[in-house]
């Protein structure tokens, strides 16, 4: 399968005359749920199911093109700070294309199964003594004095990849969804859904979803109004106090005619749970988009009835397998105790 930079071409602004660096990302399935939708009485409900791509988020669509454009103009090292998904991309992309990878994660704040992705890629894994935003700074501040290129969603080439997103859901539905819900971490996504929107509507006419950004209660500055100094909450992909794409974000939501709240962690420990036994398994941060839904049908601020949503699953649960501990029954392997047991 060709990747998205191959299929999407004509519609990114990416510099040409190299090969793409890619491992077929994009493409991702997008699955009907039609008990949830029910439940949130919506006519439709899909998941955009990010975490098929190839290092298991939608990273990979923004790795791509930025990894493509370090190349092209001769880059040899890449830098980023991470929350986990970002470093497992980068150091996968940078494999792929022969470069250096250096990763930056807040000291304890990286789900296992982000790290291992890291270190097995090859990168340099340096934990910082802060805040994401923390690391984010110094990422920041070294590519601007030495020659290692950004790959955070400050790159306007991981918009440009990740903005594809949006045609792929277009392409499946025939058309915009009416709401399309995410959430929000660092605010590159969410900024480059609105891109891939407007470019659609702009070259080939037709609506425009209503955006509906959600934030975890504990480290939802945009909800606030101010940077979080130290952001809390489960959700580690969007642990992220002040966010680089903030004010590109409260603006495609307000153009959208949407917007961008918060839900405490337990609605996105519930909205994990029921995506799971749904059949999909998606990492915490994935499941506020359907947190965000239920919270505003609940209050009473959003009816969805005859609507089309689509929410966005951004990362599968793979890397980030920390669920409360189940217990588990140990038997004497023999049938008696199997039959016993399950009661059959
Ligand atoms: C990066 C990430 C987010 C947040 O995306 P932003 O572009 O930072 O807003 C959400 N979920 C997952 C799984 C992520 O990896």
């Known amino acids: 399968m060709p990747g998205i930079i191959e299929r999407f071409r004509p519609y990114l602004d990416l510099p040409l005359g190299v090969d ?54 001769g880059a040899s090292a890449v830098i980023c700070a ?28 990286v789900a296992s199964g982000k790290l291992a992705a890291a270190y097995t890629h090859g990168a340099e894994v340096v934990e910082v003594e802060g805040s994401f935003d923390q690391a984010l700074g110094l990422a920041r501040r070294l590519s601007e004095r030495a020659p290692i290129g950004l790959v955070n969603s400050l790159n306007p080439y991981r918009l440009e990849g990740q903005k594809t997103a949006a045609f792929e859901i277009t392409e499946a539905l025939g058309g915009a969804p009416d709401w399309l819900a995410l959430p929000v971490g660092n605010a590159g996504n969410i900024s480059a859904y609105w891109m891939g929107y407007r470019q659609l509507a702009d070259l080939e006419g037709g609506d425009l979803p209503h955006f509906l950004g959600v934030q975890a209660r504990g480290s939802a500055p945009l909800v606030e109004g101010h ?42 420990l519930e909205a994990q749970r029921d995506l799971a036994h749904e059949g999909l398994w998606v990492e915490p ?60």
């Open 82 to 109: 991470s929350t986990g998904n970002t470093a497992a991309s980068a150091a996968a992309y940078a494999a792929r294309a022969g470069l250096r990878c250096v990763v930056l994660l807040p000291h304890g704040g």
């Open 227 to 268: 940077v979080i100094e130290h952001p809390e909450t489960v959700a580690s992909a969007i642990r992220i106090g002040n966010p680089a794409r903030g004010e590109q974000a409260l603006t495609a939501a307000e153009e959208s005619g949407g917007r961008i709240i918060a839900v405490p962690d337990r609605a996105i």
């Open 285 to 344: 941060a994935s499941a506020a988009g359907l947190a965000g839904l239920r919270s505003e049908v609940e209050a009473g601020r959003l009816n969805l009835s005859g609507q089309r949503v689509v929410c966005v699953c951004t990362g599968h649960g793979l890397k980030d397998p920390q669920v409360p501990a189940e217990p588990t029954t140990l038997i004497p392997p023999n049938l008696q105790a199997l039959e016993d047991l399950l009661k059959l």
């Open 20 to 73: 793409p660096i890619t491992l077929s990302e994009g493409n991702t399935p997008l699955i009907s749920m039609p008990r949830l939708a029910s439940d949130l009485g919506a006519a439709e409900l899909h998941i955009k199911f990010e975490g098929s791509n190839p290092t298991g988020s939608f990273k990979d669509r923004g790795m791509t093109t930025a990894i493509t454009e370090a190349v092209s103009r």
